[in-house]
């Protein structure tokens, strides 16, 4: 009884462990790709330069305000020597007055500043920073748009290497199949042991097929694992259905779309021109408004309250005449840099556009023609079989039947997958890989 219970128990702990060891997880690819922008380390990265672009530009906003300073001091005087106007005008003729005890010096200040002009450096540079913060902003957005299209290529590796391994795993028990039959054939002298060997070998080489599908299939598994923050031992079920679904609704989206990167490389190139004149504005004086308060008590000698002031303020750099045009030139140089990236990158834009586009079309016809070969292939070795069976053709023509037909089935397979690839592949290019799949961009 007791042996009973442990055994029990054993098969009990054993099934909890393989159900922990390994989960299982359906996916649709919109929700790996919404997972993937959420939680992957790009997407917090791209998040993160969003953030630090807008505390830039709160900074450099904050100088359009007045400055406040206030300061305030306590001295002691050692023997301190004080002459004074106004002892000695109010001295009393009948002689020299008593030394007086300066021993202590007390000072307190308030002093406001107000720019009032400084070239316009103030609002250039407020411009330029709101220029990078929205580069930063559609930054984010392709980087989400990369993200998904490496979810994509994942999503396709793994499928691929799935559906090959069902394939060849079927193959495989067919294979051994057939050397149960020939084995018993052999011994019963009516096939020569080289067609035994023959069919041993395929089945040998279709375990190992099989055995390197595996091996992709756990590595494309893990790599998606660790891009979407998964459990290592999380197995990862395709939707394939989904995918299909999600395909056929995008269709009728807008060919194309507007690319985040370029949109980013523009606002760079606005922010390049402000820098521009950010720099010819040290050519001109800065103009402030000042105002303060000083309090002041010097010991049995002087003291001063209430004492206000209001002015304006010039200040000139006249080293800015010889040393600044070659700050100007600088930001004009990398202004013209920026423009040529915008045209570099419209240019690589349209070519990708085109190519994503070609390939597409291709996966295409490619994938009609994979489904012919398949019926082909079916075909074709059922009739070599059929002539094997009478004795009409030979086991080489048997054994190359077979394979050609899963060659076939495995080129068909994959061919699905690369059409969904360069679907969505053609939907990046396009600047609207997310927006296919109606996942929302913050």
Do not use: C, W
Request: glycine share 2%.
């Amino acid at each position: 009884m007791k042996n009973n219970q442990t055994l029990l128990l054993a098969f009990f702990l054993l099934l909890v462990f393989k159900t922990h060891a390994q989960e299982k997880k359906l996916l649709t690819l919109k929700e790996a790709i919404e997972i993937a922008v959420t939680n992957s380390d790009a997407a917090n990265l791209a998040k993160t330069k969003v953030e630090s672009s807008k505390l830039e530009l709160d900074n450099v906003k904050n100088n359009q305000y007045p400055s406040v300073k206030a300061s305030g001091q306590y001295l002691r005087l050692s023997s301190a020597h004080v002459d004074s106007n106004l002892s000695s005008n109010n001295s009393s003729s009948s002689g020299p007055a008593a030394p007086l005890k300066v021993d202590q010096l007390m000072l307190g200040q308030v002093n406001v500043a107000m720019p009032l002009f400084n070239g316009f450096k103030l609002k250039n540079s407020i411009k330029e920073s709101e220029s990078m913060y929205k580069a930063e902003s559609f930054s984010e957005k392709h980087s989400k748009e990369q993200i998904g299209l490496e979810v994509v290529e994942l999503f396709a590796n793994l499928y691929k290497a799935q559906q090959m391994t069902t394939l060849i795993e079927d193959n495989l028990k067919t294979a051994q199949q057939r050397v149960k039959d020939f084995k018993a054939m052999e011994e019963n002298g009516l096939i020569a042991r080289n067609d035994l060997l023959k069919a041993q070998l395929q089945e040998s080489n279709i375990q190992l097929s099989l055995d390197n599908a595996r091996k992709n299939t756990a590595i494309a598994n893990y790599k998606l694992n660790t891009l979407l923050k998964l459990p290592e031992n999380t197995q990862i079920d395709i939707d394939i259905e989904a995918v299909k679904r999600d395909m056929q609704s995008s269709r009728d989206l807008a060919a194309t779309g507007e690319r985040n990167d370029l949109k980013s490389l523009e606002l760079k190139k606005s922010a390049a021109e402000s820098a521009v004149k950010i720099a010819k504005g040290n050519y001109y004086p800065s103009l402030f408004l000042t105002g303060g308060y000083i309090a002041f008590d010097l010991n049995n000698v002087l003291t001063v309250t209430n004492a206000m002031n209001v002015g304006v303020g010039v200040s000139y750099d006249l080293s800015n005449i010889f040393k600044n045009s070659k700050q100007v030139k600088l930001a004009q140089s990398r202004a013209k840099e920026s423009q040529l990236a915008v045209s570099m990158m419209s240019e690589q834009i349209k070519e990708e556009t085109f190519q994503a586009n070609e390939n597409y079309n291709l996966s295409l016809k490619q994938s009609l023609v994979y489904d012919k070969a398949v019926e082909q292939a079916s075909e074709n070795y059922r009739i070599v079989k059929d002539k094997y069976d009478n004795n009409l053709s030979t086991t080489n023509d048997l054994l190359e039947a077979d394979f050609e037909q899963l060659q076939a089935k495995i080129n068909q397979a994959l061919s699905k997958a690369d059409v969904a690839q360069k679907y969505y592949e053609l939907q990046f290019a396009n600047g609207k890989l997310t927006s296919s799949l109606n996942i929302t961009q913050n």
